[in-house]
């Protein structure tokens, strides 16, 4: 279960909000959440969690919710944010869990601070998007509001801002009209109320204050290249990815380029589609203390 969301201050003042979910005193693990997402995301791998003993820690990206909006070039940008936390936490050692667009994130302080990442874990991951061949199975309104964003950045923001404007005015029927695009999978698991709803709270955060379209436009961005290689990554850092086959909002040929790109790979490729984690969080998290244990 989720702890309060609190605000804490890092080095450069900006206010970052962070929810904690899972085991208070177990191992700590960073959770990164996805584009259009929040905290919330963690909470699909909440109870697992605090059953094997993990602390999740969900920070909400700059520009979602409570967090302030700052301009960055590449998620290496982000990494001084989780060093401060850690600093603010008392924590040594950690994991790292990259859920969707969360990815670069989280790989991004294996990158930088690796010596103090047990594992990494990604989950329907968004790859560097230039990989060859790793786009295909999505979209074609996908692929072309991710080209917005880097080719176009102004029209990003734009589509966002209206995006905004059209939850804000029917917030149902805004999500309901966009499960209708995702895989069956996905449809069917949003069948059920409380994931529903569960998700219409991410897309409040994601849309709290006018910095959220800067923010996903911003994204879009950073998808592109990460700002590092991912075959310069530690070689002794696994990186495990769980994948739904089913998935057309980052395509499982994403997590093939990824595993062909990373110096050590570990990839489940299971059914289901991009919401995968919330039927599989058994499968992850005990996956996850498993490695902890070698």
Known sequence: MGVGAEILVLRDGRPLEVREYGDPGGHPAFFFHGLLGSYHQASYVSEQAERAGLRIIAPNRPGVGRSEFVARRSALEAVPDIEDLTKILGIGEFSVIGISGGTPYALGVLYRLGERVRTATVISGMGPSHLPGSLRGMDARRRLVLAAGSRAPRLAR????????????????????????????????????????????????????????????????????????????????????????????????????????????????????????INTADLIVNRLVQQLRL
């Open 158 to 277: 734009n589509v966002f801002r209206h995006a905004g404007r059209r939850f804000h005015a029917h917030p149902e029927r805004f999500l309901e009209r966009l499960v209708k695009t995702w895989a069956t999978a996905d449809r069917r698991l949003f069948d059920r109320r409380e994931v529903f709803e569960l998700f219409l709270e991410d897309i409040r955060q994601v849309f709290a204050n006018s910095e959220g379209a800067e923010g996903m436009a911003q994204e879009l961005r950073l998808y592109r290249t990460y700002g590092f290689p991912l075959h310069r990554l530690p070689a002794d850092r696994r990186v495990t990815l769980w994948h739904g086959l089913t998935d057309n909002i980052v395509p499982p040929a994403m997590a093939w380029k990824m595993v062909q790109a990373l110096p050590d790979a570990e990839a489940h490729i299971l059914p289901g589609g991009h919401f995968m984690a």
